[in-house]
């Protein structure tokens, strides 16, 4: 038998040379091995077998922490589990950041695969057009948008900037389909109905372009829906990047649904002065169109409100959003966060 420091040893060995999900399981098996030596009371400290240390003055720097920690953890298996646990994580972060899905300052740089569903030349939208879509993402998502000059004085303080989350083209799928016009009802979702299924939604971020959705210009899934079959936005082609649809031609259709897609709601909360769960974003009466002149003011709660109707969760033309807000910033970094719904972006 091993002793309990050769058994932590290998522990650690485990943990430094696995880079893969096995260690889970190894680490599990040195846990349980932990434990099984831990029944030999002849490994467990006691108070008599600690030295009685005489006051002085160290010759020689001497940190025990390792020590003291290996002695806990052998007399402990939760904090065993814990110790595997952090290890198995930070692995996991590192693994991350060498991957590129997490940039050295913190960003998230979400891969994005777009399937395009198409019946004509026209709906089998250029590699140009993708492209024009992504970047305008980064820019929305980045603070960095050329219309970002135009948020009012009193909105800059709340004003996102960069949101640090990034995304990343990774594949173009591209379909023929007879379908002339598709309903929001996910068929498009799946190759069974004409479709496209999605391609591993718990690790990509799946948009759909399809030729026609009648007035609908595009929809999402919010992150309860995560790395399910149906996981993903739709976004009609003539709206998905720089197009000659004015006014939903400056790729803010997909900015609006990504939104959806990292747990943001309409910013008037889908009701009468309802909530978005945002504190920075003025409660609003309803959704506003067009390109309303800016100060605007709603009345909720008998309050009158200077209201947000430039951010990207209102229903106003391209032209006329611009900014999402901190408190929006921070919801969608709790859902790409380690610990939230869509980590699953973060990894591999
Ligand atoms: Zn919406």
Known sequence: MHSNFELY????????????????????????????CNTNEENLVTPDETESLSAGTAERRN???????????????????????????????VQDASLGR???????EIPVVVNVLYRTAAENISDAQIASQIATLNKDFGGTNADVNQ????????????TKIKFRLDRVVRKS?????????????????????????????NIWVVGDMGGILGYATFPESSGLWNDGVVIAAKYFGNTSYAPYNLGRTATHEVGHYLNLRHIWGDGNCATDYVADT??????????PSYPQYDICGGVSRSIQFMNYMDYVND????????GQKTRMQAVTATSGP???????
């Not at 007399?75 to 994580?89: G, Q, R």
């Not at 869509?342 to 591999?348: F, H, N, P, Q, T």
């Open 9 to 36: 040893k290998f522990v650690l060995l485990i943990l430094n040379i696995e880079n893969n999900m096995k260690k889970l399981f190894i680490g599990a098996f040195a846990l349980t091995m932990l434990a099984a």
């Open 63 to 93: 940190c025990p922490s390792e020590e003291i920690r290996n002695t806990a953890l052998q007399n402990s298996p939760e904090l065993m589990a814990k110790y595997v646990d952090i290890e198995n994580k930070t692995n996991k972060f």
């Open 102 to 108: 997490v940039l050295a300052d913190g960003t998230v």
């Open 151 to 162: 948020i009012p004085q009193e909105f800059a303080s709340v004003a996102a900037g960069d």
């Open 177 to 205: 389909t007879t379908v002339r016009s598709w309903r929001a009802n996910d068929a498009m979702k799946k190759t069974s109905s004409k479709g496209q299924n999605a391609f591993d939604p718990a690790h990509y971020f």
């Open 282 to 291: 003025p409660t609003q009466q309803d959704k506003n169109f067009g390109t």
């Open 319 to 326: 032209s006329a959003m611009y900014m999402f807000s901190a």
């Open 342 to 348: 869509r980590a699953g972006l973060r990894l591999y």
